[in-house]
């Protein structure tokens, strides 16, 4: 039976947030209710959508964005909306030594 990827992938991230540090995928494995090669697949998926990293090889933890997941709805807009205000003066200072 094929198991959907959504709780796979939530799996993989509460565990990362639960112990807040870098994990080896042997340990991820170890821990969960997933195969080594499910626990890789998963990461490389997490990864791409930004919500793990990779330290070093083999060796994962969660981002700012998958930690952003926790918080009330309210929170993460307030915080995006920081990120963006953020992101627009970058892009200010940017085009004004473009310009120069």
């Known amino acids: 039976m094929m198991v959907s990827s959504a709780p796979k992938q939530n799996a993989i991230i509460n565990l990362l947030l639960q112990h807040n540090k870098p994990m080896s995928l042997r340990e991820i494995t170890n821990q969960s209710e997933l195969t080594y090669h499910q626990v890789a697949s998963v990461l490389v998926a997490l990864k791409s959508k ?18 952003l997941l926790e918080l009330s709805p309210e929170i993460q807009v307030k915080i ?8 627009e003066q970058q892009v200010k200072s940017l085009l004004i030594r473009i310009s120069h």
Do not use: F, P, S
């Open 80 to 87: 995006l909306k920081q990120k963006v205000e953020e992101l």
């Open 50 to 67: 930004g919500y793990v990293k990779r330290i070093q090889t083999g060796l994962y933890e969660a981002t700012d964005d998958a930690k």
